[in-house]
């Protein structure tokens, strides 16, 4: 190991010798194969010096379920201040977590855990991995000092960041606990008040909205637990927050939102996971044969048609591929007469990634009381057609106030949507690598199935880049100013501490 080391040393010590014999120029076309030189970097009508970002968790570098050292330094604004930081940028400042374990803690009690790893087969908590951690970042006794140039709140929804008191402890479990980390001395300042009392010369704003439709589509569209944003206050708040961002000349760049079907939280799961013997399947059939035979009276009583009959009926057989039972609340009320709503998924409905954990396991222990099987999953475990009818529409909602608001202020605008559908139907070319959106090894998705590995966040930073291209005519990707794919890793080690 020593010899190795050693080796290493010297390799460093070569490549130093020779980067101080070459010139910026040769620095910035190495690896250049054209014959001309890039030209050198331009930061055209933009001015970088004082760069502040604002969003929920793509801001803040969340990954892998959970915010920690490593995936805040690979953040997208970071990676940009990095690259802006050669053309005039100054200094970007985060509200830096303890440690590479992730998770909050309150007062030393646990209010979110560490994050996932990769287990083998799939995502793993962290702790199954190397055991017990403690978790450091404390929002009670450790929390950094601002101003903070990033300012993402994980969880926080459009109208959250014109709220004051948002981020004041004293407001929990109302409050959120990332926004208390930044907030310091004025608990009741809103984020926008955070971030507009910097004075930004530019500022991104990414996903503003995703959380007005995502708590609902991870809760499988149970809006007993969460509900989406009516687009109207969406409207009001993202004219407020660009309002604000914008009121003293600051240029910008802001993003749309994407589709859940884009996500692999909604697409790892299939619908028809089930497998079963033919002893099993005609012991399961015979449990809900009263069930089937309720249909049919319900239809010879005109309750219900027969593609409705057909659609309910529940039949298992010999096979691997069998459909897992659901509840659906857009079928016919039957209630009245004893008969729940219950059918088969199909592949147009989509599971949620923690029903992974779900499917399949007793209920109690009882061994004829099996989840997904013998019980129907609940609503929270599923997202309908219709359920994702509904967040299709307001997608498509706040997606055109974004842009029309992005158009009329002249920012420069990401269309993330369409970046994450391309990478869940064919992949994208980054580099020398492909990626899609598939859980673990597509390279792009966390293995949360929602936020972005570094890589990822690498990708997306790139696509700032060139949008700020086009609109302020900087040059980062002709003068070769572009993040590299090899510079971030898609998955990190649990061993990283």
């Excluded at 200094?91 to 303890?98: A, E, I, R």
């Excluded at 009882?366 to 013998?374: F, H, K």
């Excluded at 997608?395 to 920012?411: E, F, W």
Aim: charge should be negative; include cysteine.
């Amino acid at each position: 190991m020593k010899k190795l080391k050693y080796i290493a040393l010297s390799f460093l010590a070569l490549s130093i010798f020779s980067c101080e014999n070459e010139t910026l120029d040769d620095l910035r076309n190495r690896g250049n194969t054209d014959s001309e030189p890039l030209p050198e970097l331009t930061a055209g009508t933009a001015d970088f010096s004082n760069y502040v970002s604002i969003g929920p968790s793509f801001t803040a570098g969340f990954s892998d379920g959970s915010v920690f050292l490593a995936a805040q330094q690979n953040s997208f604004p970071k990676i940009l201040s990095d690259k802006f930081a050669n053309a005039g940028g100054g200094t970007f400042t985060q509200p830096l977590v303890s440690d590479n374990f992730g998770g909050l803690a309150a007062g030393g009690v646990r209010i979110s855990n560490p994050r996932l790893v990769f287990g083998g087969a799939g995502p793993v908590p962290l702790e199954s991995v190397i055991g017990p951690v403690t978790v450091g970042t404390d929002i009670v006794t450790n929390n950094p000092i601002g101003p903070f140039n990033n300012l993402g709140i994980p969880g926080a929804k459009s109208f959250h960041f014109i709220a004051p008191g948002y981020g004041n402890i004293a407001n929990l479990p109302n409050a959120n606990p990332y926004a208390v980390r930044v907030t310091g001395n004025a608990p009741n300042a809103t984020i926008l008040e955070l971030a507009t009392a910097q004075s930004p010369s530019f500022f991104t704003a990414d996903l503003i909205g995703g959380n007005d439709v995502l708590g609902y589509a991870t809760q499988g569209g149970d809006a007993n637990i969460d509900q989406i944003t009516d687009p109207m206050t969406f409207e009001a708040a993202f004219n407020a927050i660009i309002g604000g961002m914008t009121a003293n000349g600051a240029k910008g760049a802001v993003t749309n939102i994407p589709y859940v079907t884009s996500l692999p939280y909604f697409t790892a799961v299939g619908h028809d996971v089930v497998p079963l013997d033919q002893a099993t399947a005609d012991l399961v059939n015979g449990g809900f044969a009263p069930y089937n035979g309720g249909l049919l009276f319900a239809q010879s009583n005109g309750l219900l048609d027969a593609e409705e009959v057909a659609q309910r009926t529940i039949n298992f057989t010999a096979s691997s591929n069998n459909a897992v039972v659901i509840e659906d609340e857009n079928l016919t009320d039957l209630s009245a007469f004893g008969i729940p709503s219950y059918r088969q998924a199909t592949a147009d409905d989509l599971v949620v990634l923690p029903a992974a954990s779900v499917i399949g396991t007793t209920v109690g222990g009882n061994p004829t009381l099996i989840n997904g099987v013998s019980v129907p999953l609940a609503d929270r475990w599923i997202l309908t057609p219709e359920e994702q009818a509904e967040i299709a529409t307001a997608v498509d909602a706040y997606n055109a106030t974004i842009s029309s608001v992005a158009s009329s202020n002249g920012l420069a605008f990401v269309d993330v949507n369409a970046i994450l559908e391309e990478a869940a139907s064919t992949g994208v070319v980054f580099d020398d690598f492909i990626h899609t959106a598939d859980l673990v090894f597509g390279g792009l998705v966390s293995l949360d199935g929602i936020h972005l590995t570094s890589r990822g966040y690498a990708y997306m930073a790139n696509a700032f880049l060139l949008a700020i291209d086009d609109t302020y005519g900087s040059n980062f990707v002709a003068s070769g100013n572009l993040a590299r794919a090899e510079d971030f890793v898609t998955n990190y080690s649990p061993l990283l501490q």
